[in-house]
């Protein structure tokens, strides 16, 4: 129960906003963009939440998803980065 709990935290869409805000500054310009394409396809997301936060969480698994088919390693990178920025 924990495990699932623990993972459903962070599947979120507020945590991948948190995730994302950590990263900004070590996105590129491609990632970035990646980012905004997939925040602007987002549409309005579940009735009960903020439109704008599941906005930002696509574009987050937008650009996740692209390096994972793409570029591993970068993606490697920026998990690592968000590990060592993680919020006490």
Do not use: C
Not at 39 to 45: D, H, L, Q, T
Not at 52 to 68: C, P, R, S
Request: charged letters at 30%.
């Amino acid at each position: 129960m924990d495990l699932h709990l623990s993972v459903v935290s962070e599947v979120k869409a507020v945590a991948q906003v948190s995730a994302l805000k950590r990263l900004e500054n070590h996105l590129s310009k491609s990632e970035k963009d990646l980012v905004r394409r997939g925040r602007n396809k987002a549409g309005r997301g579940p009735r009960n939440g903020d439109p704008a936060v599941y906005g930002k969480a696509t574009g987050f698994e937008t650009m996740i998803g692209w390096l994972f088919l793409k570029d591993p390693a970068r993606l490697a990178q920026l998990l690592d980065q968000l590990e060592e920025s993680e919020p006490v």
